[in-house]
T-cell receptor, first 109, second 111 residues
């Protein structure tokens, strides 16, 4: 599974879009990109995943570059409740999800 | 559905003691896994299972045993607790390689 790299922390103003980048330059063709978040010390929560097409659900949008070497998670209108650690994971057909240290997003009032 | 449940919520052990962390899910998921999370760190995969009777090692399996006799349960056994195993332990389940559902965690302290 490819290694992912994320900035350790980011701030975002409430109501604005939060754009969280992830680098996965060694990703292979069959590896999906997954995003999870962890609020306080709770168990992580699934957000979204994709292979090569952009994806959108009720929580977020996932933009994957054409070469698949990086992706961006977009929270369109961040709220204080979106303050969390966000994890980007590249996973192939194995069941080994490798979490990195993630990005600590702080939404500011 | 209760989702993924873990017991106990908190546990204190002395070095050398053994114990079992319990994990159960009621979603009929084939895939279950155990992670540990040390302070300020991400989650690290300990063991996982893709179905009853099938288990495999993750990133940090040493000092832990698992078994999967039923679809619902996936206990994690600490054979001889060490202070380095002080951590928060999360169990997760999922289906079809898509999203995983995590339990609330067990906070373990080994003195």
């Amino acid at each position: 599974d490819a290694k992912t790299t994320q900035p350790p922390s980011m701030d975002c103003a409430e109501g604005r879009a939060a754009n969280l980048p992830c680098n996965h330059s060694t990703i292979s063709g069959n590896e999906y990109v997954y995003w999870y978040r962890q609020i306080h010390s709770q168990g992580p929560q699934y957000i979204i995943h994709g292979l090569k097409n952009n994806e959108t659900n009720e929580m977020a949008s996932l933009i994957i570059t054409e070469d698949r070497k990086s992706s961006t998670l977009i929270l369109p209108h961040a709220t204080l409740r979106d303050t969390a650690v966000y994890y980007c994971i590249a996973r192939s057909g194995t069941y080994k999800y490798i979490f990195g240290t993630g990005t600590r997003l702080k939404v500011l009032a | 559905n209760a989702g993924v449940t873990q017991t106990p919520e908190f546990q204190v052990l002395k070095t050398g003691q053994s114990m079992t962390l319990q994990c159960a899910q009621d979603m009929n998921h084939e895939y279950m896994s155990w992670y540990r999370q040390d302070p300020g760190m991400g989650l690290r995969l300990i063991h996982y299972s893709v179905g009853a009777g099938i288990t495999d090692q993750g990133e940090v399996p040493n000092g832990y045993n698992v078994s999967r006799s039923t679809t619902e349960d996936f206990p994690l056994r600490l054979l001889s607790a060490a202070p380095s195993q002080t951590s928060v332990y999360f169990c997760a389940s999922g289906e079809g390689g898509y999203e995983q559902y995590f339990g609330p965690g067990t906070r373990l302290t080994v003195t």
